[in-house]
């Protein structure tokens, strides 16, 4: 059974990264509430691995959640290099979506632009 825990580690990467990058200037809104875990089991999809994942909160799950959204970093992602867990965070970041004069959330998808803008910092093989 996966075993789920809120990362302060991962929230510090989070944080230092919205503050930095002028690409997520709209995340510095305090209402834009963002969770940040791990979890101890490795996640596939199609057969792939999954280093991490964004997800919206649902709005029924609010009133029991005080956040927007929660990203959260499978096992085989836990034992990255401090710098890789950066790109991949900034990757994960790269999905929020919040509109800040509507107060609207989005999850924004996998896009060109996204991949072009990682590739171009780090190369193709960024995640190792």
Known sequence: MAVYKKSEDLAKIGSKLIEEKEVFAHLRNPSCRIAY??????KTNNGKTVYADTEKVKDKL???LPYDFIITFYGDSLDLS???KEKLMYHELRHVGFEAE???Y???PHDIEDFKDVINQWGVDWIV
């Open 37 to 42: 875990q791990e979890c101890d089991t490795s």
């Open 102 to 104: 509507t107060l609207k």
């Open 82 to 84: 401090e710098e890789t």
């Open 62 to 64: 609010k009133a029991l």
């Open 106 to 108: 989005s999850i924004i």
